[in-house]
């Protein structure tokens, strides 16, 4: 009998390399998302980097706004669609394939405005300790004044009301279904996800766990990093995040 062991890591990796061509379908510019980051971090000669950027997406529309904008992703499809796709944008944004525990080996200490991560990235993590030294790598990048900016799926939401679904995202290419369940016992969500491509019927299927973060645990540990200000927001808008909050988006400074 053999028997084949995946790690998390490959099974993160198999996935996003597989919905890669279809991304910008899945996940498509937010103008909310722009306006928030505009509003927290000064249009000016601003350095920003995306963490988790994809193929590029956010990190493409900020550019028009900020000096330099740097997009990391460990993902090496996402990196190679979003370096495809700089070619013809004659501005300076960069992508490199770095993971999000990695910000320590950028020489850019004390030298960042803003840190951007959004799209859930943060959940991908495996434990509380890496939070914490994600969030302490982070602070050591930013400038004295410099924001971190965070949103992630409202987690004291779905556990505490039992949430199995996320929406479900449809549009004339994909549909994208996104499923929940928590084992309480671990600590994690089993994240299962079906994408079906409407020209060819082709179906992806994957399923991973991500990490619950809670409010006061994420809040514990950025003040644990040096993030002595905190704001919360139950969405782009910038409305009071509540426990009814789809997301939960943080500006840490």
């Not at 062991?5 to 198999?14: A, H, K, Q």
């Not at 000669?45 to 900020?62: H, K, R, Y």
Request: aromatic share 10%; hydrophobic share 40%; with cysteine.
């Amino acid at each position: 009998m053999k028997i084949i062991i995946f790690d998390t890591y490959t099974l993160i990796m198999s996935f996003y390399q597989q919905i890669a061509p279809y991304y910008h379908h899945i996940f498509k510019v937010n103008i909310n998302q722009i306006d928030f980051v505009k509003s927290k971090i000064p249009e000016n000669d601003a350095t920003i980097i995306d963490v988790g950027c994809g193929i590029g997406t956010l990190s493409f529309e900020l550019i028009a706004y900020y000096k330099h904008v740097l997009g990391i992703d460990m993902d090496a499809e996402m990196i190679q669609t979003a370096l495809k796709a700089k070619e013809t944008v004659l501005k300076p944004v960069e992508f490199q394939q770095l993971s999000m525990l990695q910000l320590n080996t950028l020489n850019t200490k004390n030298s960042i405005d803003g840190v951007v991560c959004f799209g859930n990235t943060l959940v991908h993590l495996n434990s509380l300790n890496e939070v914490a030294d994600f969030l302490q790598q982070a602070k050591a990048v930013l400038k004295s004044n410099g924001k971190l900016l965070l949103q992630i799926v409202n987690y004291d939401r779905i556990i505490s009301k039992n949430i199995k679904h996320l929406p479900l995202i449809e549009n004339d290419e994909i549909i994208f279904e996104r499923n929940y369940s928590y084992q309480e016992l671990e600590n994690k969500i089993d994240f299962n996800t079906q994408l079906t491509v409407k020209a060819t019927q082709q179906i992806i299927e994957n399923s991973i766990q991500l990490l619950p973060l809670l409010k006061k645990d994420l809040t514990l540990l950025l003040n644990k990093a040096g993030f002595d200000n905190c704001n919360y927001y139950g969405n782009f808008k910038q409305e009071p995040y509540t426990i009814n909050s789809p997301a939960l988006i943080i500006e840490a400074w």
